[in-house]
Each structure stands twice: as C-alpha cells, then as structure tokens.
C-alpha cells in the first residue's frame, strides 16, 4: 500500500460501500461473510494501527519530591488486549444472497454500505442466470444433489422442443407482466408502457421471466440462459423440472451461476483469493461509479426497468 493508506484509521473510515465478488458453489453465503470480514482484519491490522496509550506514574516518597513518569501502558498494548480491529467492528450485509449450490455475482456491502444492499434489493433489479439441466432423472429438490426419484427415456428430446418451451415460458410470463401490473393489455397504457420497455412487476413476490433461452444442447445436458426478477434457486430449479416434464421426459438442475446483478457483472466480481483489502477498496470505488451513473437502480420512480433516456441511450 502506498503511505497515505498506511494509516489503518484512514482506511477504516473509507471502508463503507458496496462492492461485487464470485461466490464460489458449495460454499454458504455466511462462511463467505466470515471470510471476507476476517481477511479485512487481518489485512487493517498490518498497517499503522494506534499505538498504545501512555502510563502517567506519579512516583517517589511523598515526603520529598515525586516524580513523573510516561511509559506505554501495558493494559493497552495488543498483546494484552488483542488486535485493534475485530470481526466484531464489522457490518456487513447482502443485496443478492446466493444459497449454498449457487455461484457468480454476489454484491456485499460493509459497514454504511449495508444501508445500499437494502436498497438495491427492494429495487428488484433484473439478474442474468446460465441454468444447466440433465434430462432422464428426476431428483429430490431438483438438484443434482438429490436422491434419484425417477427415471426416463430422453433420446427423443430435440433442441427444437426445448426451443419452443422457452418461447412459450416466456411469452406466459410477458402477458403476465401485464395483468400483475394492472393494465388492461388492450389498453393504450399498456401499449405506451410496452414501447418504452419491459415492465416492473407490482407485486415483489411474484417471478417474472423477461427472456429464456436454450444456448447450448448436447443431451442429456442443456443449457438456458435465464433473465429474471423476484425469483429464487428454488423457483429455477422448478422450472428446468417442468421443461423435464414437457418434453414429455424428466429432468434435473445441476448447475446455476448468476452472471449479472443490475448493471454489477461477472467480469468485475473478485475471486475468493482476491478478497482482501485493497481489491475491495477498488471494488467499492467501482461500484460507487456504476451506482452514480444509473441513479435508477436504487431509486424507482416508474413502472418500467430502466428510464426511457435509457433505453433510448441502448
């Protein structure tokens, strides 16, 4: 670190933001937490920390003259009291919890920060999912993880079937995204909504699928790529079980990795080997740039996603 960041107290007051990493599969967002914060302390506790407070002792007989001495206290010293920077010092908080047997962007916010998660999670901003499923077993929960509960032929399952399950799926869901956000589709609202671009569901608990499709397909195994909002891995993996299902076969997910949170992409996110102090310092700075220039992703104002400058700027 150059020596202006040598100071652990200056860094510490600039640590407070947001900032984008690659959770791994297999590993719980809280164990990714404790890592993160623990590396943080680790790395705060290495650069010029305060030093220990100073002892006044008034020495000597009382009946002469005393005198005065300084020396660093021990009962301050960080052998005696432990490092100055705690887990416990630390806030820190997710925007997009991804569950254990997910991967890709996970957008964390620490100290202050943790105020921002909150926002860009009641913004509801569309994700970007790659799903993979396998054809021929269906399996407890879904996943691949699960016992086997069933079996089934797929050798008759073409790309094309796949095909056409995407684009009914995801014409379901855009005539949907009208009756859930109370417009009559043949009104004149909803056609000037329309042209301005896809529209925010009323109701956050209901998922809506804004675009699928089948990007790779080498049975048993395919491959989706999935833009959504308000949904959840469960809901995924119901859906690789239903196109299981409508291709007249079964199928499991094995695989989910979310790709793009809002305008936060895999392409910035920090692996877990870079989850130290001086990456996340960039990270936040980062973040805060892209938070500055689309004000929108933590302030709705419209029905729509994105403003209509916006789309007009795409």
Same mark, same amino acid.
């Given at each position: ?22 959770? $791994?599969?297999?590993?719980? =967002? ?20 305060? $030093? ?37 010092? @630390? ?16 957008? &964390? ?18 994700? *970007? ?36 399950? &995407? ?10 995204? *009208? ?11 909803? *056609? ?24 790779? *397909?080498?049975? =048993?195994? @395919? ?63 980062? &973040? ?27």
């Amino acid at each position: 670190m150059t020596a202006y960041t040598r100071n652990a107290q200056l860094v510490w007051n600039v640590l407070n933001g947001v900032f984008n990493i690659y959770k $791994p599969s297999g590993v719980h =967002p809280l164990t990714v937490r404790s890592t993160i914060i623990s590396n943080l302390c680790r790395d705060l506790n290495e650069l010029d920390v305060r $030093p220990p407070m100073e002892h006044v002792s008034i020495e000597g007989p009382t009946n002469k003259e005393m005198r005065v001495t300084v020396r660093n206290s021990y009962a301050d010293h960080p052998l005696v009291v432990g490092p100055r920077y705690l887990p416990d010092n @630390f806030k820190m908080a997710f925007a997009n919890k991804l569950p254990v047997e997910a991967s890709g962007v996970m957008i &964390c916010g620490v100290n202050s920060g943790t105020a921002l998660t909150y926002k860009l999670k009641q913004a509801c901003l569309t994700k *970007f999912y790659r799903v993979k499923g396998i054809l021929g077993q269906a399996r407890v929960d879904n996943y691949i993880t699960g016992s086997i509960l069933e079996k089934a032929t797929w050798k008759k399952v073409k790309r094309g079937n796949i095909d056409r399950i &995407c684009a009914a799926v995801q014409a379901a869901h855009q005539k949907k995204m *009208f009756e859930n956000s109370g417009i009559d589709i043949q009104s004149q609202e909803a *056609f000037d909504l329309a042209a301005k671009g896809l529209i925010r569901p009323a109701d956050q608990q209901i998922p809506t699928i804004y675009s699928i499709k089948c990007v790779d *397909f080498k049975p =048993p195994e @395919f491959t989706l790529e999935i833009v959504c909002i308000n949904e959840d891995n469960e809901y995924l993996k119901s859906l690789v079980s239903e196109i299981g299902y409508r291709v007249k076969s079964v199928a499991h997910c094995s695989y989910i990795q979310c790709s793009q949170f809002g305008h936060f992409n895999v392409k910035n996110s920090l692996l877990s080997k870079h989850w130290d102090l001086q990456n996340i310092l960039d990270s936040v700075s980062q &973040c805060h740039r892209i938070i500055k220039e689309n004000p929108y992703m933590i302030k709705q104002e419209h029905a729509n996603l994105v403003p209509a400058q916006a789309v007009a700027q795409q």
